[in-house]
């Protein structure tokens, strides 16, 4: 019996130590990190919804309506093919549609891009120098020209549609 109270003792002799330097650890978050998260999130979520009311401004009344159409027909779809939606999207659309949603595109991925600089730039937490990870390389996927279609489509997937800075996911978008 005398052992294993020992051994208890001796247990929490040295936890309590680990455990307040871990509640005082610099890099773990406080409440105003908390609160500066918050309110980055804050701002990602205005600036996507800038992005999307922007673009559906851009789309004329038969254009929403075609666009609702669209990705209605790809949600039920028993094998949806969003290059051809793409396609179609991008054949209806004028080229000041297109126009006003590639220039909405470009200021939502400068502005989601500033932010994440401004993010990383005020994060507490040391940074390694070197990293055991290779640097990611963006390839052809990373220098392409999205086009109208496919930035409404990404738009109408997954997440709400949320565009993460560059996320293009949801309904399939499709890689060129």
Excluded: C
């Amino acid at each position: 019996m005398g052992m294993k109270r020992f051994l208890l003792a001796l247990a929490l002799v040295l936890a309590v130590p680990a455990i307040a330097g871990a509640q005082q650890d610099p890099g773990s978050p406080n409440p105003a990190m908390h609160q500066q998260m918050r309110a980055n999130m804050q701002q990602m979520m205005k600036l996507h919804q800038q992005f999307r009311a922007q673009v559906l401004a851009a789309l004329t009344p038969a254009h929403k309506q075609l666009y609702a159409s669209v990705v209605g027909s790809l949600a039920v779809a028993a094998s949806p093919d969003p290059r051809a939606a793409v396609k179609q999207l991008d054949g209806a659309l004028s080229p000041g549609e297109k126009s006003a949603i590639l220039n909405a595109d470009a200021q939502f991925m400068s502005s989601m891009k500033s932010l994440r600089e401004q993010m990383m730039a005020n994060h507490p937490w040391p940074k390694p120098s070197g990293s055991p990870w290779p640097k990611r390389s963006h390839g052809a996927h990373g220098t392409r020209t999205p086009d109208a279609g496919a930035i409404l489509l990404g738009m109408a997937g997954g997440h709400g549609g949320m565009r993460m800075g560059g996320w293009r996911g949801g309904m399939g978008h499709p890689q060129r």
